[in-house]
Structures are given as C-alpha cells and as structure tokens.
C-alpha cells in the first residue's frame, strides 16, 4: 500500500492534486477537511461542534478528528494507497498516524509539501470563495486559518524534513504542471509491482 501525505497552507492546492493523484493511481483521496464538512452537513450535535472550530479558523481538536477519519479510512482498507490531505496538521496528529501505519505494517512513503506564495493562496481561496459554498473562505476566517498553518501545522515540516520523507515541490504552476511533478516523486518510490499494481488496480 503507498501512502502519503499532502502537506500545505490553505489554497495550496492540497484537494486539487489528491484528486489527479487518485484518479491516476487509483489511491483513495482522505481529506480531514471534507470528512469534518461531511458530518456538519448531517446535521448533528457532534456536526454542530465541529462548526465552531472550522468557521473560526480553529483546529478541531483531535479526538474528533481522529475518530472521524478513522471511521473513514476503516472504509478503505484494501486500497492500493492512501493520500492524507489536511491530516496530519499538528506533531501529535503525525504521531498518531505514524503508529497507526507502523501497526499495520504499512508505513508511510512519502510527505510532498506544496509550496505556493501567500498572494497566490489569498487568490485561489478568494476566487473559490464564489462558489464553494464553505462557510471558513471568508476574510477574516481565512486569516486566522493562515495563522493556526503557521503556528501549529508548519513545525510538522521540520518533524517530516528530519526523517527524511519530505519532499518541497513548487506549487506555483498550472495544475497539470505541478501534477507531473509530483509524479516524479511517487514513480521514484514505487516498486516495479506496485507500480502496476496501483495503475490498473491489481493485486497479489
Ligand atoms: P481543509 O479542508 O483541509 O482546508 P485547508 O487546509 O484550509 O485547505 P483548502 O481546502 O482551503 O485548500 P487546498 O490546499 O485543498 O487547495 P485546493 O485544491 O482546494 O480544512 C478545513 C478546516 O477543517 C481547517 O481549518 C480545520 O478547522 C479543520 N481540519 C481539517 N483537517 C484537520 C485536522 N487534521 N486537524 C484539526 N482540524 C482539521 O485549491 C484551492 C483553489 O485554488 C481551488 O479553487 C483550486 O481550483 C485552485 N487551484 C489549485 N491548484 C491551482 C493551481 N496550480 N493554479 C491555480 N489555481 C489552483
Ligand atoms: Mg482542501
């Protein structure tokens, strides 16, 4: 199984390139953001909750978040790979994960983190903004999340750096563009089978 993360700000184009990266290998897209926004839509009190910290730039605390995705990644647990977007967002969430992946014999391959300039994230997150329907790209929720990235998430740079499974990539390209280089990273890291393997869904 390959598993990565997708690490970077708000607008770096996390969800973008887990979709290209999924429907070209195969491996199922795990976005925290979207499995929190998932059970705000049901409507429940624990929905509800998470509301609070998502509308206010705010982490939402782990035993949420945890539960959440696990409850998720329960559902995926013969894919050929996982891509972690916006998970993990803090040291202890990278922990956790790492024993969580270690137990099951299945660690992690490779932490790509895109890399864009701020005025440019400010553009994306604005021009989504029209049509996302996400109650957080709004200005000022938009400027404290930028601040919970950098003072919480950005620290798990070093913690990947350290271990050597980070890898930068320029994010300020056309989609395709960066797509093609992230690529480079995960065939490099690909066993011969696995590469088949991920591609047309074949497995020993
Ligand atoms: P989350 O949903 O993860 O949001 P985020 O990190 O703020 O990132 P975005 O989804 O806004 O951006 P993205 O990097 O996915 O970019 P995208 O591809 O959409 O988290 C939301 C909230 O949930 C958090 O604030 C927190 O409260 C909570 N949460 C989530 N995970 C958590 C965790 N682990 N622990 C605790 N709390 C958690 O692209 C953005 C726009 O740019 C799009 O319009 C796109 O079309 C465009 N675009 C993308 N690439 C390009 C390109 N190359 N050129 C031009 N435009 C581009
Ligand atoms: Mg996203």
Known sequence: MFNMILFGPPGAGKGTQSRFISAHYGYVHLSTGQVLRDTI??????????????????????????????RESLEHA????????????????AEILDEMLTRKGMPLKLVVSLEVEKDELYRRIMGRSVDSGRSD???????????TYETETLPLKSFYRQEGRLVEVSGMAPKQVVFERIRKHIDARLEPMGRESSS?????
């Not at 050929?80 to 967002?89: A, E, V």
């Not at 000022?140 to 930028?146: A, D, G, H, P, W």
């Not at 047309?200 to 020993?204: D, F, H, K, V």
């Open 41 to 70: 839509a049901r409507d429940g009190a624990s929905g509800q909750l998470i509301k609070k910290f998502i509308d206010r730039g705010y982490l939402v605390p782990d035993d949420i978040v945890l539960r959440e995705l696990l």
């Open 78 to 93: 013969d894919a050929p790979g996982l891509i972690f977007d916006g998970f993990p967002r803090t040291v202890h969430q």
């Open 137 to 147: 790209d709004r200005e000022e929720v938009i400027k404290q999340r930028f601040l």
């Open 200 to 204: 047309y869904g074949i497995r020993e």
